[in-house]
Structures are given as structure tokens and as C-alpha cells.
Nanobody, 114 residues
Framework: QVQLEESGGGLVQAGGSLRLSCTGS????????LGWFRQAPGKERTFVAA????????AYADSVKGRFTISRDNAKNTVYLQMNSLKPEDTAVYYC???????WGQGTQVTVSS
């Protein structure tokens, strides 16, 4: 019921920053817990961060805690992922989704060079 589109990926040097955006369309978008996941070639898709509908709670993978921040703007139907202090290990295609993580956007490529 919700269509998702990620943007904001690119090539960045280690230690740099990027901000990803995901815009959703659909009548019930604002009611969903939203999340970011990532997948490197040959690897499984893994959890990065999530945020509840009212931003009252967030969750992060240990690997990104303290470096990434998830936020949302329901008026804009958008969820963001601010990524700071990027590492080469963060290189992946980043996807957004909504709970229970059944559907995904097309993804945006993040490449961190060393």
C-alpha cells in the first residue's frame, strides 16, 4: 500500500557524511514504523535503524550506533538517515521499508572509499 523511493547515496571518502532520504506515498504512511536496511554484494540484507510513527523511539544496529541518526518528517512523508564518520564497511545499497519489512524501495548506493 506504500510506495518507497530512496535517494541521497553517492561516493564519499572515509570519515565523510551523507544524508539519505526515503519518501513514501500512501494513505497510511505516517502510521508506520519505518526502517533502513543495507545489503552489500553477496551478503544478506541487514538492519540499520528504525523509528516509530511519532519518533518516540529509535533503534540502531550496533555497527552504526553513535554515527548514524534516523529521523522522519511525517508532513513530508519522508524518513532520513544521517550518516557521519562513514567507514568502508558501510558500503552497501541502502533500502528503506516499513514494518513488518515486507516491501522495499529500489535502494540507493553508498560507496565509502578508503
Amino acid at each position: 500500500q506504500v510506495q518507497l523511493e530512496e535517494s541521497g547515496g553517492g561516493l564519499v571518502q572515509a570519515g565523510g557524511s551523507l544524508r539519505l532520504s526515503c519518501t513514501g506515498s500512501g494513505r497510511t504512511f505516517s502510521a508506520y514504523t519505518l526502517g533502513w536496511f543495507r545489503q552489500a554484494p553477496g551478503k544478506e540484507r541487514t538492519f540499520v535503524a528504525a523509528i516509530t510513527w511519532d519518533s518516540s523511539s529509535t533503534a540502531y544496529a550496533d555497527s552504526v550506533k553513535g554515527r548514524f541518526t534516523i529521523s522522519r518528517d511525517n508532513a513530508k512523508n519522508t524518513v532520513y538517515l544521517q550518516m557521519n564518520s562513514l567507514k568502508p564497511e558501510d558500503t552497501a545499497v541502502y533500502y528503506c521499508s516499513y514494518f513488518p519489512w515486507n516491501y522495499w524501495g529500489q535502494g540507493t548506493q553508498v560507496t565509502v572509499s578508503s
